[in-house]
T-cell receptor, first 114, second 115 residues
Framework: NAGVMQNPRHLVRRRGQEARLRCSPMKGHSHVYWYRQLPEEGLKFMVYLQKENIIDESGMPKERFSAEFPKEGPSILRIQQVVRGDSAAYFC????????????FGNGTRLTVT | AQSVTQLDSQVPVFEEAPVELRCNYSSSVSVYLFWYVQYPNQGLQLLLKYLSGSTLVESINGFEAEFNKSQTSFHLRKPSVHISDTAEYFCAVSEAGAGSYQLTFGKGTKLSVIP
């Protein structure tokens, strides 16, 4: 049973470019969460999605960031016009619908903005 | 809202020595508590969790943590560490009950095991 799959593992973008981060949840999991880990910080919640629905985006920056989880395919975290401050590790997690099972995390995408 | 404090950002310890990584939390509601471990360039792996029941929880690789409600703590301990335990450890809390997806993490403690 494959775990949470994220790609790419490493992503380098120049300032002003777009970054697209992908996440496939564990088999049987219908809930996806995105977290961001800034250097020397703990993980911070960004957004919670179910298929075709954004449930909670209270942790998402108001501009340039968006997330989707389409009916088919992986969840996408999209960052437009990246800036140096977006450099971080972005982790995706998934869970089944029971709401009490601990989150399972992927290995993350490390975004570097040059 | 919850918050988590991990007082020690780095803990060096000699191999086969005991270790305690401290975690304190604050919350106005009942919580679930977790320890996650992150090995270099990898994602977070769940180490152990407290949801309810016995306040002492154990992992398969010898770690244990005890939920102390009066002290609002969930310290992680291991009686004898190995080189392979070198990693960063994150304490996390969520509101107890259905839909407890918003984990609040501490800033992490880097455990370095010295041969």
């Amino acid at each position: 049973n494959a775990g949470v799959m994220q790609n790419p593992r490493h992503l380098v973008r120049r300032r002003g470019q777009e970054a697209r981060l992908r996440c496939s949840p564990m088999k049987g999991h219908s809930h996806v969460y995105w977290y961001r880990q800034l250097p020397e910080e703990g993980l911070k919640f960004m957004v919670y999605l179910q298929k075709e629905n954004i449930i909670d985006e209270s942790g998402m920056p108001k501009e340039r960031f968006s997330a989707e989880f389409p009916k088919e395919g992986p969840s996408i975290l999209r960052i437009q016009q990246v800036v140096r401050g977006d450099s971080a590790a972005y982790f995706c997690a998934s869970s089944p619908p029971d709401g009490e099972t601990p989150l399972h995390f992927g290995n993350g995408t490390r975004l570097t903005v040059t | 809202a919850q918050s988590v404090t991990q007082l020690d950002s780095q803990v060096p310890v000699f191999e086969e020595a005991p270790v305690e990584l401290r975690c304190n939390y604050s919350s106005s509601v009942s919580v679930y508590l977790f320890w996650y471990v992150q090995y270099p360039n990898q994602g977070l792996q769940l180490l152990l969790k407290y949801l309810s029941g016995s306040t002492l929880v154990e992992s398969i690789n010898g770690f244990e943590a005890e939920f102390n409600k009066s002290q609002t703590s969930f310290h992680l301990r291991k009686p004898s560490v190995h080189i392979s335990d070198t990693a960063e450890y994150f304490c996390a809390v969520s509101e107890a009950g259905a839909g407890s997806y918003q984990l609040t993490f501490g800033k992490g403690t880097k455990l370095s095991v010295i041969p």
